[in-house]
């Protein structure tokens, strides 16, 4: 399908994507949040996940989501799988929604961390939210209170955030404060508008 109204959000874990998310749902975008996605998928499909992981992975009928990460940022081979599992039903999700917001012709963001990584979808209006990688180790730490090596296996998994830069259309700042966000988003905002009056 044609994304021609999408805008993609990406950046690295713990960058601040979902701060800026909540900002920008406050300027009216409709956000589709491929994370989200991913949770109702795996919530969807209890069953496969046990098939191919093992029952120590489900909790009470759910996916225990906390150990499985654990496994799947140590092990490469197992992260794979589950991606492979996974990315076509996130994909097909996404199209649905986003197919809701092109026939209403309006701009809306999809949240997609891995977006420079996969390459899944054909969208050219891409926002980043960045970082220094120093603030993302920290953050990380302090967000899932984990180690330091448990956090850098995480960040390791992903694109270099610096050279996720590179590829992006638009950054938005994320190494200040709130209110420095705030005024980035801001100009985001301002930014969308203008191309599209274009």
């Known amino acids: 399908m044609s994304f021609k109204n999408a805008i993609a959000l990406t950046g690295g874990i713990a960058t601040g994507k979902s701060s800026v998310c909540t900002m920008l749902k406050q300027h009216g975008f409709k956000i589709i949040d491929a994370d ?3 949770h109702q998928m795996l ?4 069953d496969k996940i046990a098939e191919i992981f093992g029952d120590v992975y489900i909790y009470e009928g759910k996916v225990n989501r906390k150990k499985l990460a654990t496994l799947i940022f140590s092990n490469k081979d197992e992260r794979l799988k589950l991606e492979n599992l996974l990315h076509p039903l996130i994909k ?4 649905k929604q986003a197919l809701d917001c092109e026939r209403k012709n309006i701009p809306y963001i999809i949240d997609i961390p891995l977006f420079f990584e996969k390459r899944s979808y054909e969208i050219d209006e ?4 960045y970082c220094t990688k120093e603030q ?3 953050r990380l730490i302090d967000r899932d209170e984990m180690s330091a090596i448990e956090a850098q296996k995480r960040i390791d998994a992903q694109m270099d955030i610096d050279e996720k830069k590179e590829l992006a259309s638009f950054i938005i700042d994320n190494c200040q404060d709130l209110k420095h966000l705030n005024t980035e ?4 905002v301002t930014y969308i508008k203008e191309k599209r009056q274009k």
């Not at 919530?43 to 209890?46: G, K, Q, S």
């Not at 891409?126 to 939210?129: A, F, H, Q, R």
Request: glycine letters at 0%; charged letters at 25%; proline letters at 0%.
């Open 36 to 38: 989200r996605v991913a």
């Open 43 to 46: 919530d969807a499909h209890v």
């Open 92 to 95: 097909d999700e996404i199209q």
């Open 126 to 129: 891409i926002v980043l939210i």
């Open 136 to 138: 993302q180790l920290q």
């Open 185 to 188: 988003v801001e100009k985001f």
